[in-house]
């Protein structure tokens, strides 16, 4: 089983900033990818971003060129620099990491952006 620790969250102002981490328990070589969904009230759970094993990186669109993830050198801990907030970007945020095929998810932390 692989415990996950998020951290960061917050309330912040249309263009300001904001930093996720989430920390895994299991061993970097076991993980596969990690990466950070968010869900809106009433809406579904989309993926943010995802980072491989080999440091690949996907985006969603609508966060391209103002979010970025990136991993530790230990391989186990992911953050998610979050910058130019909007107010649509309001959310639930939640750590996924693949480790051996199974997926395990963060309790979530909220992101609140104000206009």
């Known amino acids: 089983q692989v415990q996950l620790v998020e951290s960061g969250g917050g309330l912040v102002q249309a263009g300001g900033s904001l930093r996720l981490s989430c920390a895994a328990s299991?061993?970097?070589?076991?993980?596969?990818?990690m990466g950070w969904y968010r869900q809106a009230p009433g809406k579904q759970r989309d993926l943010v971003a995802i980072i491989t094993l080999a440091g690949s990186t996907t985006y969603a669109d609508s966060v391209k060129g103002r979010f970025t993830i990136s991993r530790d050198s230990a391989g186990n801990t992911v953050y998610l620099q979050m910058n130019s907030l909007k107010p649509e970007d309001t959310a639930v945020y939640y750590c996924i990491v693949n480790s051996r095929g199974q997926d395990y998810w963060g309790q979530g932390t909220q992101v609140t952006v104000s206009s």
């Open positions: 299991a061993s970097a070589i076991s993980i596969f990818h």
